[in-house]
């Protein structure tokens, strides 16, 4: 029995190195990490001006980036369980539903059923984008520039995501956490902030969650200003087989803000999923599910993702 693949997707405008170093290492306690970047986020290519963050670039671009980590004779064998992050998560969730025979589990913390911001500075955002044209995507993409080209500005927004923010903003591995990522903070092309909020108004998995059969575990904070606990409750009604947490007294973090308790809960959902005994717990095939069928399909469609990336060069 190989060890769980855990395949990490963090939030929006977030880069991969924004896991910090304390959450990893809690992370490989359940197996082996991978970590991805959302659409049109470092260090995958920017949004071109003919693309848009929609379901058909979340799978191209998903399926790209773990061929370029696994083989994908691998996903016939190895559990890989997708963990992700507010729009990460949306996203992780979206993905599953439409790659079913070799995804295992995902975890979503603070993740809804579609793009909607709402009770945050995003919302604005968005708001803007829709209302007000080409002068809405300018102001959105100059805000983001602001939080993501400078430590000063970044540290307020993260400020927001956090019940407590004194008390982790305070600490040593937050700032160590910061160091390690805002450089590639840096490096996020701005100029595509406003197009994918606005394309994310618009993403709605609610109707392909309904039919995703893997095991959810969805964790929030009872506290997240970014995600009101009734869009949680929406995500676990949509879902046929989700298990929810809510941690009190946290925010839209609660993997930093709670860490223990995080993954306490953690430990128990991989535990119920089966993910310790996989090779065991697998059900046999029906007669509608042949081995030659969905999973030789997703296989086929990673392979023809890579060549097709390949031969661009990208």
Not at 50 to 57: E, I, M, N, T
Not at 92 to 121: H, M, W
Not at 162 to 167: A, G, M, S
Not at 194 to 205: N, Q
């Amino acid at each position: 029995m190989q060890k769980p693949l855990i395949v990490l997707l963090p939030g929006l405008f977030m880069p991969v190195s924004s896991w910090s170093r304390e959450t990893l290492r809690n992370l490989r306690q359940f197996g082996d990490c991978v970590t991805l970047s959302l659409p049109g986020h470092y260090p995958q290519p920017a949004l071109q001006e003919d693309q848009h963050y929609d379901k058909a670039l979340v799978l191209e671009s998903i399926d790209r980036q773990l061929a370029e980590h696994l083989e994908p004779e691998q996903l016939a064998s190895r559990p890989v369980v997708l963990f992700g992050h507010s729009t990460g998560a949306l996203t992780a969730l979206y993905y599953a539903s439409q790659r079913q025979s070799i995804i295992s589990a995902v975890i979503s913390i603070g993740g809804t059923v579609d793009g909607r911001e709402e009770e945050n500075v995003y919302y604005w955002n968005q708001l803007g984008t829709r209302y007000l044209g080409k002068f809405g995507l300018l102001l959105t993409n100059f805000s983001t520039s602001i939080g993501t080209r400078y430590a000063s500005t970044h540290r307020l927004v993260m400020k927001a995501a956090f019940h407590n923010p004194d008390k982790v903003l305070a600490d040593d591995d937050f700032e160590t956490a910061m160091a390690d990522y805002i450089p590639d903070l840096k490096k996020f092309d701005t100029s595509t902030a406003g197009r994918i909020l606005r394309d994310l108004y618009h993403f709605d998995a609610k109707a392909e969650l309904k039919r995703l059969h893997r095991p959810v575990w969805v964790c929030a904070g009872e506290e997240d200003d970014f995600v009101p606990e009734r869009r949680t409750r929406q995500l676990v009604e949509t879902l046929p087989d989700a298990t929810l947490d809510l941690i009190p007294d946290t925010g839209h973090l609660p993997f930093v803000e709670e860490t223990q308790r995080f993954f306490r809960l953690m430990r128990v959902f991989m535990q119920q999923a089966g993910l310790a005994e996989w090779a065991e717990s697998q059900p046999s095939l029906s007669m509608k599910e042949s081995a030659g069928s969905t999973a030789s399909r997703d296989r086929a469609a990673l392979r023809s993702r890579t060549r097709k990336f390949s031969a661009s060069g990208s």
